[in-house]
């Protein structure tokens, strides 16, 4: 299995950026699709992004689709979230996320193991 840690964190004025990391240990990264999630105050977590596990695929969602950028680098165990000219409703919880299915991953659901969060706020 593998362990996932999110940083990077914190409070920014709308129309700024933030990289957020996700470090794993335990069993090879590289073996894992990933991807991020989030969580906003009473709403249901939701799909952000999500890169497969070579980096050759990414996906997003429709809300940050050129405004959010999913990375990986394998040989640091690391995955990352590049965001840019945020808004106030990209404000919650941002989870990283790792799935092991392999053929039948499907980009916005069916994760096996998750980090703990990290929070995002963004002002107006």
């Known amino acids: 299995q593998v362990q996932l840690v999110e940083s990077g964190g914190g409070s920014v004025q709308a129309g700024g950026s933030l990289r957020l990391s996700c470090a794993a240990s335990?069993?090879?990264?590289?073996?894992?699709?990933m991807g991020w999630f989030r969580q906003a105050p009473g709403k249901e977590r939701e799909f952000v992004a999500a890169i497969s596990r070579t980096g050759g695929s990414t996906y997003y969602s429709d809300s940050v689709k050129g405004r959010l950028t999913i990375s990986r680098d394998n040989a640091k165990n690391t995955l990352y979230l590049q965001m840019n000219s945020l808004k106030p409703e990209d404000t919650a919880v941002y989870y990283c996320?790792?799935?092991?299915?392999?053929?039948?991953?499907?980009?916005?659901?069916?994760?096996?193991?998750w980090g703990q969060g990290t929070q995002v706020t963004v002002s107006s």
């Open positions: 996320a790792a799935s092991q299915i392999g053929s039948g991953w499907i980009p916005n659901r069916g994760y096996d193991y």
């Open positions: 335990g069993r090879s990264f590289s073996r894992y699709d």
